[in-house]
């Protein structure tokens, strides 16, 4: 049974910095897709940053140069380090785990973790 659990989301002033987590068990991590996806309310689910087992990473415009994600495939634990935090960061920060095998994809999601970002 997959479980994703992040942890690390909070109350943060404009300007400032969290860093979120999230515990993967159950899958074989080392060859999952993970990646942090975002929805604040009335607007749909969007990707933030993915890394692949290898460690390649993308990012979504919006935070280019402000987020990391980062993996520890021995630990499995993926983590998304956010600086200079905007209060159009604001949102529920999901964990996603994804594995494609020819065309069918095998997604995961966490509970969630609430960033609120204050101006």
């Known amino acids: 049974q997959v479980q994703l659990v992040e942890s690390g989301g909070g109350l943060v002033q404009s300007g400032g910095s969290l860093r979120l987590s999230c515990a993967a068990s159950?899958?074989?991590?080392?060859?999952?897709?993970m990646g942090w996806y975002r929805q604040a309310p009335g607007k749909q689910r969007e990707l933030v940053a993915a890394?692949?087992?290898?460690?390649?990473?993308n990012y979504a415009d919006s935070v280019k140069g402000r987020f990391t994600i980062s993996r520890d495939n021995a630990k499995n634990t993926v983590a998304l380090q956010m600086n200079s935090l905007k209060p159009e960061d604001t949102a529920v920060y999901y964990c996603?785990?994804?594995?494609?095998?020819?065309?069918?994809?095998?997604?995961?999601w966490g509970q969630g973790t609430q960033v609120t970002v204050s101006s």
């Open positions: 996603n785990a994804r594995l494609t095998i020819a065309t069918t994809n095998f997604t995961s």
């Open positions: 159950g899958i074989r991590f080392s060859i999952y897709v």
């Open positions: 890394i692949t087992g290898g460690g390649s990473s």
